[in-house]
């Protein structure tokens, strides 16, 4: 099945990116978006929503945007119970030179497919993200992305967090 997932922007991690909306197509296309609200916003800060809705969301897998809590959820007491981050599941998306989430909603969001998929089934998406990455840059920008590079764009986005 499907992880179940939620994507959390804003300074505080409150604010959820909802299934249904424009900027959450890629999230519902490869996990089971637990961000479930009457009114999904259009905008890239998606709908405010409390920590205790997210308690009862209780996701396996957290993704976190830039400038958000993420250098701090995992001390934070408040966070502790949430499976996702008692378990080390949580990232960041990387960034650059825009979201790979998706704000702006673009064609950046190939990169967060790349990303996310090999990210949350790495048995299904066995592929090089680093060769993937390069050849979107070589395409898309003209230029190469160096492994260093890669790596300090995808610094908060592989592996547990410890």
């Known amino acids: 099945g499907k992880v179940k997932m939620l994507y959390l922007t804003g300074d505080a991690g409150l604010n959820v990116i909802a299934s249904g909306s424009y900027h959450a197509e890629i999230i519902d296309l490869l996990c089971d978006n637990l961000a479930v609200v009457d009114n ?15 308690m009862l969301w209780n996701p396996d897998v957290i993704i976190f945007s830039t400038n958000s809590i993420f ?18 599941d949580y990232y960041e998306v990387p960034y650059g030179p825009y979201n790979w989430m998706g704000f702006p909603p673009s064609v950046q969001r190939y990169l967060g497919m790349i990303w996310l998929s090999q990210l949350l089934y790495p048995d299904v998406a066995q592929y090089d993200v680093y060769a993937k990455v390069s050849e979107y840059f070589q395409l898309f920008y003209h230029c190469g992305i160096t492994q260093e590079q890669y790596d300090d764009l995808v610094a908060n986005s592989l592996g547990k967090q410890s």
């Open 71 to 88: 250098a701090t959820v995992g001390e934070n007491a408040d966070w502790a119970a949430i499976t996702a981050i008692a378990n080390g």
């Open 40 to 54: 999904p916003s259009s905008k890239g800060t998606g709908n405010e929503v409390d920590l205790e809705q997210i």
